[in-house]
């Protein structure tokens, strides 16, 4: 592809060669996407209404939590040791054959087991639940790789908006699906479709070729042999991942960084539902929740309209900021239309922030090294998640709302205009969250780690433009050449 072309045929084309390879894994992944996280979903809806346990329903988001971040490390290994499409496929047989040992236990445990939260067949059927949703994760390693090796560099911007769409039709749907399949007959509808679904996608992509006859094998990370006798690293190689990741001047700053939004965001989630409901009532937080799930597909497809410009990390953090300083703004009045534009911010701008950092994994990581990269990443990223939805919940609860309640010192001091009460309480602590994390992004966007991680992205990006197809070429391998 000369220079020229790229300005002729700016959107991101799906019709020919490996592009509709990943065309086809990208519909494959958003359908198996789906139906993981509808047995998430779903497994926690059914959990509560058996037991009524809130303690229940924060455990299978602590144990789905602490797997991704435990496991995240060892799926990177597995998808750069071995052939993405196998990796795919092995996933969700493993996935398949997790849910029918849980339909079948399901079957055969009396109902009267699963209404106690301290009966041991609910949490082993709870377990194996969440480690078949768990076994689905190496997909959503697996697709960024593709990304890489499927489509253009010039082009992969575009194609990451495209993943983000498919995850925001999997936010959009899977809560409506999940609720109406326990509300039709509990855990066994759910199970039964999700085999049936599993299933299919393993007979779907036995009929797509993905053209990489061999896994590349990751070269010696500072000449130490990568933890290969044979000199290419094989297995988890922490070390040699480590070193790459730290070897990328400012990329070690923006996992972190990444890390910091998630255990900021995870904050906001754990409170979101709380402080919705007692602006309106549950059934319009349901259909306020779809429409904004709808413009993260929007914000997804602007993406693979537009694409992200010559600098995705500039974007990034300006995305951030722009999120932070919304998410600041709403709670200062109890207001649902406050709320609704603060949210509507934050998920048409998600799939930006989301498609950028995978953009720059993309280019400044080798490719046999992004499994392992990305798994990385992940696992980092997730770390702090649990420990924060575990965390404040309590601190609200026991501190800031008598904070701002009765004769609180908060209440006080700035209860007659911003209100007291549990709602407010839990709107001051969206305040100050939403101030720390606009104060970090603007530290990142003024830091050294910030202009060398744009220094590194745009010399890679010169690099391969210099080098026109040939470097595009050198980039990938061999089989991928004449795709």
């Given amino acids: ?64 939590l602490v797997a991704t971040a435990a496991t995240g490390i060892w799926f990177g290994s597995l998808v750069d040791d071995h052939r993405k499409q196998v990796v795919m496929q092995a996933s969700a047989l493993a996935s398949a054959l997790v849910y029918g040992v849980c339909l079948a236990l399901y079957l055969l445990t009396p109902a009267a087991a699963f209404t106690d939260v301290g009966s041991w067949q609910l949490w082993t059927f709870v377990v194996l639940v969440m480690l078949g949703v768990i076994a689905g994760n190496p997909r959503m390693i697996a697709l960024p790789v593709c990304v ?23 936010m959009l749907v899977t809560s409506v699906i999940s609720g109406v399949l326990v509300a039709a007959g509990g855990m066994l509808y759910v199970l039964l479709l999700a085999v049936a679904v599993l299933v299919a996608s393993v007979a779907h992509l036995a009929r797509v070729r993905v053209p990489e006859e061999q896994p590349v094998r990751a070269t010696p990370v500072d000449g130490d042999g990568g933890g290969g006798g044979d000199g290419a690293a094989r297995g988890v190689d922490l070390r040699g991942t480590w070193r790459l990741v730290r070897g990328v001047p400012g990329l070690v700053p923006l996992i972190l960084f990444s890390c910091f939004n998630n255990v900021i965001g995870g904050a906001f989630m754990a409170l979101m539902d709380a402080y919705g409901l007692s602006l309106v009532s549950v059934q319009v937080w349901g259909l306020l929740w779809g429409g904004l799930s709808a413009l993260m597909i929007i914000g997804g497809l602007l993406v693979a309209r537009v694409g992200l410009g010559s600098s995705p990390v500039r974007l990034l953090l300006l995305a951030n900021a722009v999120s932070w300083a919304a998410t600041m703004l709403f709670p200062l009045s109890a207001s649902v239309v406050g709320l609704t534009v603060a949210m509507a911010v934050f998920m048409l701008l998600m799939p930006f922030a989301e498609a950028a950092e995978q953009t720059v994994l993309q280019r400044v990581v080798p490719v046999e090294r992004q499994g392992r990269v990305f798994g990385f990443a992940q696992s980092v990223e997730q770390a702090a998640s649990p420990f924060t939805a575990f965390l404040i919940g309590p601190v609200t609860q026991f501190a800031v709302v008598p904070f701002m309640s009765g004769d609180g010192a908060g209440a006080a001091a700035i209860g007659g205009w911003f209100g007291t009460g549990q709602a407010r309480a839990i709107a001051l602590v969206f305040v100050v969250l939403g101030l720390v994390g606009l104060v970090v992004t603007l530290l990142a966007l003024a830091s050294p780690q910030y202009r060398a991680l744009r220094d590194s992205y745009t010399r890679s990006r010169a690099a391969s433009s210099t080098g026109g197809e040939e470097q595009e070429r050198a980039e990938v391998p061999s089989p991928l050449r004449h795709g």
């Fill in 1 to 64: 592809m000369t220079p020229s072309d790229a300005v002729e045929q700016p959107r991101l084309d799906l019709r020919h060669g490996t592009q509709r390879v990943f065309a086809h894994l990208l519909v494959s992944n958003g359908v198996v996407g789906v139906m993981n996280y509808t047995v998430w979903f779903a497994v926690t809806f059914w959990v509560f209404l058996e037991t009524r346990s809130v303690f229940a329903t924060g455990m299978i988001s602590g144990i789905f």
């Fill in 148 to 170: 890489s090796l499927l489509v253009p560099a010039d082009r992969r911007d575009r194609a990451n908006g495209l993943v983000g769409t498919v995850s925001g039709v999997s």
